[in-house]
């Protein structure tokens, strides 16, 4: 029962980010919604009014973590052409050939 206080073990946070202890962000719609008293109960009532489909929700997951595999890339490209700058120029060549192939 006493578990149900730990946020962070709730199911409800893949769908919320926690801005503050009595704020939160919804990531499907990116809402902002206010906790009462820490609770989850206006989270889990969003959820089911705005967001009654499961596959929005998956989708918006989805969506999160390409987010963060996406930055995770830019990170990796950014240390790629400090560290190597032929091979980033190497990487960005046929993007260019097939661009002006493109515009032929
Ligand atoms: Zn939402």
């Known amino acids: 029962m006493t578990s149900a206080k730990k946020s962070s073990s709730n199911p409800i946070w893949d769908y919320f980010k926690p801005l503050s202890c009595d704020l939160a962000k ?3 719609c990116e809402k902002l919604i206010k906790k009462r ?15 009654p489909d499961k596959e929005s929700l998956e989708y918006a ?6 987010r963060e595999e996406e930055a995770r890339r830019v990170k990796a490209d950014i240390n790629r052409e400090v560290g190597n700058t032929e091979e980033a120029a190497k990487g960005v060549d046929p993007v260019v050939h097939q ?3 493109g515009l032929r």
């Open 26 to 28: 919804c990531v499907a």
């Open 37 to 51: 008293g820490g609770g989850v109960s206006a989270l889990t009532a969003h959820l089911e009014s705005a967001h």
């Open 61 to 66: 997951e989805r969506a999160t973590k390409a």
């Open 99 to 101: 661009a002006q192939n």
